[in-house]
């Protein structure tokens, strides 16, 4: 360490939310305190981080806690004079994320995150990349469920396609075959939020449908990409499909990712996601179900009082979400089907051992966070906004095979 580096590799922002004490009890578990890895839990609220602390056992007797609120500059500077990574859990961050990343951004402290607002991502992009850039602060949004396992999932893909045809494949589907989760009330009113802002401003819409919308300024490639926005048939699955509510942030992140690694997909690569249902009338009807209940909540919470009435009702409200047992018994399991133009394709599969949402999440985003403070050097990788498959690639699957439950494999021939 030299004089002027901070004391420590982590601070986890939003401690005591719901993801947030996942991940912190995941970190104590993993890395313990004071142990290889020097990290910090902090929140906006004393009170609640020592209940935290107290909660996670006599481990983590030990664990430094700092107090930090958005709405005070100061307080999140001195988070930043304090590590080299801050991971920030305080969401929605459309709302309440721009002033760490701000301050991240400036200082020049790498950051991650797990928002999965592409409103939010391309306006702090466009704020703060040159800023990032000057300070050589790496900042890499969506580094949960939504969109590490897509983004990992291609690049893997991709690796394995240019071993196999010499050539990466220009047409990608994502399918969704099995997943069993739920949302937390912070995930929910990360949507609603979305909703609520496309519905107060037409132009993010257009900004919303537009596949290359987080892609660096003037990158448009004349490529019209697949969306599966209705129930359909999918003739490669032999099965149903129906849309999948992360393709709108995966897709996105996908892109990017092809963007800022000089088109490593192709200048033709298209890339699309979906939710498999399964054959026959049983399947078809499953699709049309999920494609119904989507449509209506996206229509309800676009309308005052039937979002109201779902956010007081219904959804859960924040601070909230699946119990420990729903996240153990949950899993994942996606299908990554690549295309070459004689017809040739290659199928990997991308597994997960927890709840998507949260034990998953966690597990990848200690792992993301881990891995910026540890893996990857400033010189070889400055600041800027990069995606987890330019900035981690294979070093993030090593680690996630290892230690998070997630596997990657190649399951054709
Ligand atoms: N990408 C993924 O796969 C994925 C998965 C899970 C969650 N997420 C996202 O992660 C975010 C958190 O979700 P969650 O369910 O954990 O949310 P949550 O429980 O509602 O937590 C929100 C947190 O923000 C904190 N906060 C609010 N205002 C603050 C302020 N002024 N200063 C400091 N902290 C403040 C709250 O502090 P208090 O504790 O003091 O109230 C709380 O800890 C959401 O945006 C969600 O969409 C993404």
């Known amino acids: 360490m030299t004089a002027a580096s901070p004391p420590r590799d982590l601070i986890v922002f939003g401690a005591t939310s719901f993801v947030g004490q996942i991940l912190v009890r995941r970190l104590v578990e993993r890395f313990g305190v004071h142990g290889k890895l020097e990290w910090a839990a902090a929140a906006r609220s004393a ?25 005070d500059e100061g307080s999140l500077r001195k988070l930043c004079a304090q590590a080299r990574v801050v991971v920030s859990t305080v969401g929605p961050y459309a709302l309440y994320g721009e002033p760490l990343l701000k301050v991240c951004a400036g200082t020049g402290t790498d950051y ?13 992009i466009q704020r703060y990349e040159v800023a990032a850039r000057n300070s050589g602060a790496r900042i890499v949004h969506s580094c949960g469920f939504d969109s590490i396992p897509s983004d990992l999932g291609v690049h893997f893909l991709q690796r394995e396609a240019i071993r196999r045809f010499g050539q ?22 990360s949507v609603i939020n979305v909703v609520k802002e496309v519905a107060a401003d037409p132009k993010l819409r257009r900004e919303l449908a537009d596949p290359y919308s987080i892609c660096p300024e003037g990158y448009a490639p004349k490529v019209r990409q697949p969306s599966v926005g209705s129930a359909g048939y999918d ?23 092809n963007a800022l690694s000089g088109q490593a997909y192709g200048a033709d690569f298209r890339y699309d996601e979906a939710t498999l249902t399964g054959r026959g009338l ?8 999920i494609a119904a209940g989507l449509a ?13 009435a779902l956010e007081r ?32 394709s290659i199928m990997a599969k991308v597994t997960g051992d927890r709840d998507p949402g949260y034990g998953s999440t966690a597990k990848i985003l200690a792992e993301a966070a881990a891995c910026l403070a540890q893996d990857i050097a400033k010189r070889d990788k400055p600041g800027g906004f ?15 095979e290892a230690h998070a439950g997630l596997t990657f494999d190649v399951i054709d021939g």
């Open 47 to 71: 009170t609640k981080l020592e209940e935290l602390r107290r909660s996670l056992g006599p481990n983590a007797a030990q664990l430094p806690l700092l107090i930090a609120d958005v709405a």
């Open 386 to 400: 990069w995606t987890p498959a330019t900035l981690f690639g294979d070093r993030l699957i090593e680690r996630l």
């Open 112 to 124: 991650c995150d797990l928002t999965g607002e592409v409103q939010w991502i391309r306006r702090m």
């Open 282 to 289: 049983k399947g078809r009807m499953t699709a049309m179900g």
């Open 235 to 257: 003739a490669d699955f032999e099965a149903w499909v129906a849309p999948f509510i992360m393709s709108a942030i995966n897709t996105r992140i996908v892109q990017r990712s």
């Open 296 to 308: 209506g909540f996206m229509v309800a919470g676009a309308i005052g009082p039937a979002r109201r």
């Open 168 to 189: 990466p494949c220009p047409n990608v589907k994502m399918r969704v075959k099995a997943l069993r989760g739920g949302a937390s009330g912070g995930t929910v009113a």
């Open 313 to 344: 009702f219904v959804l859960p409200v924040p601070g909230s979400g699946p119990s420990p047992e729903a996240q153990r018994k949950g899993f994942y399991d996606l299908r990554f089907l690549g295309r070459i133009a004689d017809g040739r």
